[in-house]
């Protein structure tokens, strides 16, 4: 049987996120304005009240080319994508850009996307790292484009001129996963999207850059808890 859904007050998960500072949390209508932000969002834009961000869009709020990127992300995501341990710049407290790691998703209500919820992280306390920050975004954006074909580790120390052993570092403190773990995520990631969709399972296997579907099935059970077949299932309205 399936678990009867649960009415959460977004008020609530705001304030719930009120208390971790390292973490910028929104929710944002199907016309990408913000209708619910923590405090963290407050502080790095140096505002006092929400009132002051809520009903506005991030191009409204953010810096040219900031509020442009972010804008354009809404857009996708509100096209039914799914923005997962994106590396990117975010402003801080003192108004200077600092790297964090962004998550958005599309809200669905009754099956249709009706906005989206997302998060962002602070990596600025992570010593060591920021003179990294950029290589690791681009060996990232090379895994998010390319995920459904042949991702070699060489690729990746190709892209960042790390060794091979500092790249295994560099993502286990920034992602606590190795570079092959988060290619497995990014790729379950896109085949969740693609089964809300019509294709069958074994083409979006491969779509997905797995080499058969059973394969597929095993890594799907590991990361959902549920094989994809049955991910569809509850999916479904």
Known sequence: MKPTPLAVDAAEVEALFDSIPDVLFFI???????????????????????????????????????????????????????????????????????????????????????????ISRDLASREGLAADYQSLREALVHMNRHYAGNIRIHD???????????????FQKVFQLTPLQLLSRIRIQAAMHRLHGPGNIASIAQACGFGDQSAFTRRFVALVGMTPSEYRALRQP
């Open 156 to 170: 990746l120390l190709a892209i960042t001129g790390f060794s091979a052993s500092k790249l295994e570092r560099t």
């Open 28 to 118: 944002k209508d199907r016309e990408g304005r913000y209708t619910h932000v923590n405090a963290t969002m407050l502080r790095r834009l140096g505002l006092r009240s929400r009132r002051e961000i809520i009903g506005r869009r991030a191009i409204e709020l953010y810096p040219g080319g900031l509020g442009v990127t972010y804008g354009l992300q809404d857009q996708q995501v509100l096209e039914g994508a799914v923005i997962d341990n994106l590396l990117e710049l975010q402003l801080f407290p003192d108004q200077e850009p600092g790297w964090c790691l962004t998550c958005k998703r599309p809200l669905l209500v009754d099956g249709q996307v009706a906005g989206l919820v997302g």
